[in-house]
């Protein structure tokens, strides 16, 4: 168990819809990193908050938003979803604002129908 | 450009070694890791190693960089069952990450 928790696990969905996926950093962690992780593209770094502020940002779409919350969690906002966004989505935790050494949660996966 | 690269399936008999090879292109990078990842599972921080090692050892794995050549190896001694899984090679790379797209390590008995 890595101390990172996601949810939910599993999330089927509609083309069109918006869904909102949950982080919650290892305790004493910081820094929350956002993934997903297809077939054809491995795993993309999305976005990095660190303390609440935005660190770094990757290959995110303009669709996709996060955000990083007083008490550390994190949601990562997905709207208008494609049956190409079915993937899997990580969150990572590390100490610090340096993307160093992370630990990853179980992910959440996602499918749009 | 940011890559890394990996091949992306290696066959080992099981009690011999495997043997997953990298290559990563940002120079500066401060750590180099390995990652496992089982079915249905997230990632699994296996080992790292800091830019300025040539080499560690823990236990089973040892972890080999070649600066120069920009190469990481990773060794399994004595492969079992359970490594049967997805290795990811990653580097830091500015403000992130970057990961290969994984080698998938079958065990054959």
């Known amino acids: 168990d890595s101390g990172v928790t996601q949810t939910p696990k599993h999330l089927i969905t509609a083309t069109g819809q918006r869904v909102t996926l949950r982080c919650s950093p290892r305790?004493?962690?910081?820094?929350v990193y956002w993934y997903q992780q297809s077939l054809d593209q491995g795993l993309q770094f999305l976005i990095h908050?660190?303390?609440?502020?935005?660190?770094a940002k990757g290959n995110i779409l303009e669709r996709f938003s996060a955000q990083q919350f007083p008490d550390l969690h994190s949601e990562l906002n997905l709207s208008s979803l494609e049956l190409g966004d079915s993937a899997l989505y990580f969150c990572?935790?590390?100490?610090?604002?340096?993307?160093?050494?992370?630990?990853f949660g179980a992910g959440t996966r996602l499918s749009v129908l | 450009g940011e890559d890394v690269e990996q091949s992306l399936f290696l066959s080992v008999r099981e009690g011999d070694s495997s043997v997953i090879n990298c290559t990563y292109t940002?120079?500066?990078?401060?750590?180099l890791y390995w990652y496992k990842q089982e079915p249905g599972a997230g990632l699994q921080l296996l080992t790292y190693?800091?830019?300025?090692?040539d080499m560690k050892q823990d236990q089973r794995l040892t972890v080999l960089l070649n600066k120069k050549d920009k190469h990481l190896s990773l060794r399994i001694a004595d492969t079992q069952t359970g490594d049967s899984a997805i290795y990811f090679c990653?580097?830091?790379?500015?403000?992130?990450?970057?990961f290969g797209k994984g080698t998938r390590l079958h065990i054959l008995p």
């Open positions: 990572a935790s590390s100490v610090g604002p340096d993307p160093n050494i992370q630990y």
């Open positions: 305790s004493g962690d910081l820094s």
């Open positions: 908050y660190y303390n609440g502020e935005e660190r």
């Open positions: 940002d120079s500066s990078s401060t750590y």
């Open positions: 190693i800091f830019s300025n090692m």
């Open positions: 990653a580097e830091t790379s500015g403000d992130k990450i970057i």
